[in-house]
């Protein structure tokens, strides 16, 4: 059993290793440390080791912490990682940096009419489905460009990247062509041009395939096991 330091000190050592074998801009990938299901002790614990970025899955669940959390660590940004439903939107406009799951424009729509009462420019990502029959969310291929064309007149929101969830149970062999498609779409967004559009966050990656997935172009990985240990639930 090791200490949630020593596993994240293992962690950005392969992460750091990944980035130089993967040929992208050495390190500049980011940690965020997923702590869904995770205990306040064992969240302090987690920046006390220097962790920066924690992602949450459920705004419930997030809002608790948040006001735990945020009065004494005011420089950590805050990452909402799951489905979000539209009657979640006010709070999670609250107190999320980066929402990565925006999987429609009615979802952005909801966001940027929330951010506009506190003047708040959101930033989001948009999450792309490319195993349709195992993950429900998140835009299709073919509708990525037309969904981002749409959800970029949005006010109050910015969108600063794509996220995806890779398909679990499938192997490395299987993994790194959904990952480097993910990075050839995200480099065909950016030279289309859409005005007030980045694409400076690519999201995927996870305890089982954060390598892989820097290798492919990723620069932004959510770790939630490989640091925390499993989780019950
Ligand atoms: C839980 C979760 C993670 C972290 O998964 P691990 O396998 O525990 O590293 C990352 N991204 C999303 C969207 C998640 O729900």
Redesign the pocket.
């Known amino acids: 059993m090791h200490s949630i330091k020593e596993n994240i000190q293992n962690v950005l050592g392969r992460m750091q290793a990944a980035v130089e074998r993967s040929g992208y801009a050495a390190g500049s990938v980011a940690l965020v440390a997923?702590t869904?299901n995770v205990g306040i002790d064992a969240i302090k614990e987690a920046f006390a080791a220097g962790i920066t970025d924690i992602?949450e899955?459920r705004v419930q669940e997030a809002l608790g912490k948040h006001s735990l959390l945020s009065p004494l660590f005011p420089h950590i940004k805050w990452h909402m990682?799951?489905h979000l439903q539209t009657n979640k939107v006010g709070p999670a406009v609250r107190i999320f940096d980066l929402i990565h799951s925006v999987d429609s424009v009615y979802l952005a729509q909801e966001i940027g009419r929330q951010a506009k009462k506190t003047g708040k420019i959101q930033e989001i990502l948009i999450q792309v489905n490319i195993s349709r029959e195992e993950n429900k969310f998140g835009v299709d291929e073919g509708r990525l460009k037309q969904v981002i064309e749409d959800v970029a007149k949005i006010e109050n929101v910015k969108i600063r990247g794509l996220m995806t969830?890779a398909p679990q149970n499938t192997d490395e062999r299987g993994l790194r062509p959904i990952f480097r498609k993910i990075k050839e779409i995200s480099a065909i967004i950016t030279s289309a041009k859409i005005s007030g559009v980045s694409m400076q966050y690519l999201s995927m990656g996870?305890?089982?395939d954060f390598e892989t997935a820097i290798e492919e172009g990723a620069n932004l990985v959510?770790?939630?096991?490989?640091i925390f240990g499993e989780r019950n639930i």
Do not use: E, F, H, P
Request: proline share 0%; aromatic share 0%.
């Open positions: 997923v869904k992602g899955n990682l799951g969830i996870m305890s089982g959510r770790i939630g096991t490989a």
